[in-house]
């Protein structure tokens, strides 16, 4: 199941994040989280809606609006089709505690995807562009972000 390593990492009891579940909404959307970690800082939480579940990219430096501007995005685990709407303080010693916001969100279109590349249309309030995310050779769950020229 896509989102084990999600509900693995969480206590449902303590967290405000949702349990979710996989499902096809038959929707392409998008999510930026700014994310204040206590470990880890501030930082972006990119998803993007797909195969029933938010594929998901930490993005330390957040996500580029400057065209060209090359950012380290890490993949970490699926998040569940509800985490779209997310927003909250997850209390201190739970996994990624911290405040949650929504930087921002809207639909994407598709435009080309493998397994090392994905490239796609942002329509969202703040972020609107073509973006592309492109996996690093040999380095497990590193890709690169950027705003296309
Ligand atoms: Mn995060």
Known sequence: MALEEYWRKRKFEKTPEPK???KFAGKSRFVVHDHYAEKA?????FRL????????????????????VK????????????????????PKGEYGAGEVKIFDKGNYKLIERD????VFELKGKK??????????????NQWLI????
Request: proline share 4%; charged share 35%.
């Open 41 to 45: 800082g501030h930082h972006h939480d």
């Open 127 to 140: 972020l609107k562009g073509v973006y592309t995310l492109v996996k690093l050779k040999g380095r497990k």
């Open 115 to 118: 397994e090392n590349k994905i």
């Open 49 to 68: 809606e797909m195969e029933g579940v938010l594929k998901s990219w930490a993005i330390p430096k957040l996500v580029p609006e400057e065209k060209g």
């Open 71 to 90: 950012r380290l995005a890490v993949q970490v685990e699926d998040h569940p089709i509800d985490y779209i709407n997310f927003k909250g303080i997850i």
């Open 146 to 149: 950027f705003k296309a020229k």
């Open 20 to 22: 979710g579940e996989v």
